[in-house]
């Protein structure tokens, strides 16, 4: 009851919890939380949670990276809605009718704990069979979603999912609201792309890789860097891992403290990579769940076909923090 005091929820995310009930007691019992990057959707998911535990509901929260049923965790705690974690090698096991569970693990271990509300953070990955096995493990419960992106690259839709859209305000109206920080973009001639087939919605890979990962273009970015946003803190995002590390060894052979991260990289190397490095080059892990307000400098070093991709990317330093004025 004391934690719930510290945590005070902005208009609009009321508003969107008190949307979310009132399309359920209309019958929509699979709406979706369509919210950008930074508008607090954890926050909004942890005390719609919390109130539904008090009235009686048993609450499965489900994710598919550890950084996300992390933050998710801390602020439940944050609010004083005690939990348990279902997640390999965690060792917050309990049997309270508020469970943060990963995919992974709740695939194997789903007959325990009978939910009546599901939430599932980053829902735009619900059509994927790992997801679809846990829905339909508990089929009378409701399933609530949240994501900043509803759209798939790949086609399938999620209007055969969701049955309703609750919309919080949008990046541009967040910005004038002084939630978050306006973005300043740049851009240079974009690198010849024509040749480049199209798999899945969007470019493919290996011909994108071969493209962008030439002498030049990773020095350019690197010179880029040093012109608009010099010892700014930084994330890239890059290719592949080849990349990647391509761009990481010209931002350390210019002096700028830099390290790579990919899907393989160790945890303990990952937990501490922003405090140890001034730019941070990645391969698909800071789309999604990356909750690091004082980075103010955003690469985008590999194109994408893909409107909901660029949103994730781009929306990574919109956050505000101390000191900071825009994003780059």
């Known amino acids: 009851w004391w934690g719930w005091l510290m945590v005070t929820l902005r208009p609009y995310q009321q508003q969107a919890i008190d949307s979310l009930r009132n399309a359920v007691k209309l019958g929509m019992r699979r709406p979706m939380l369509v919210a950008p990057t ?92 790992s997801w679809q096995k846990i829905i339909n493990e508990f089929p009378s419960a409701v399933v609530i979603g949240l994501t900043a992106t509803p759209c798939r690259t790949d086609g399938k839709g999620l209007g055969t999912f969701f049955n309703a859209i609750v919309e919080c305000p949008g990046i541009s109206e967040l910005t004038r609201m002084g939630f978050l920080v306006p973005a300043i973009t740049y851009s240079q001639k974009p690198p010849n792309l024509r ?43 890059a290719v592949n891992i080849e990349h990647s590390l391509a761009i990481t060894k010209q931002f350390n052979d210019a002096g700028i403290p830099s390290e790579h991260v990919d899907g393989t990289t160790p945890n303990e190397i990952r937990d501490g990579v922003f405090s140890r490095s001034l730019v941070v080059s990645n391969v698909g892990v800071y789309t999604e769940g990356t909750d690091v307000p004082h980075v103010s400098c955003i690469i985008i070093a590999r194109p994408t076909m893909s409107v909901g991709l660029y949103i994730q990317m781009a929306g990574r330093g919109l956050r505000p923090s101390p000191g900071k004025t825009n994003c780059i």
Not at 87 to 116: C, E, K, Y
């Open 195 to 237: 040749n480049i087939h199209k798999v899945a919605g969007d470019y493919n890979n290996d011909e994108l890789a071969a493209v962008m990962n030439q002498r030049k273009l990773v020095g350019d970015v690197v010179e880029e860097w040093r012109r608009r946003a010099y010892a700014q803190p930084t994330i890239v995002f």
């Open 38 to 129: 930074g508008s607090g959707k954890t926050v909004i998911a942890a005390s719609l949670i919390y109130h539904a535990q008090q009235k009686g509901s048993q609450i499965l929260f489900v994710a598919h990276r550890r950084e996300l049923i992390a933050q998710t965790s801390r602020k439940l705690d944050d609010i004083g809605a005690d939990h348990g974690i279902i997640q390999a090698g965690n060792t917050r096991t309990n049997d309270l009718p508020i469970q943060v569970a990963s995919v992974q693990t709740m695939n194997r271990r789903a007959s325990w704990f009978t939910p009546t509300i599901i939430v599932l953070d980053e829902a735009h990955h619900c059509t994927s069979d």
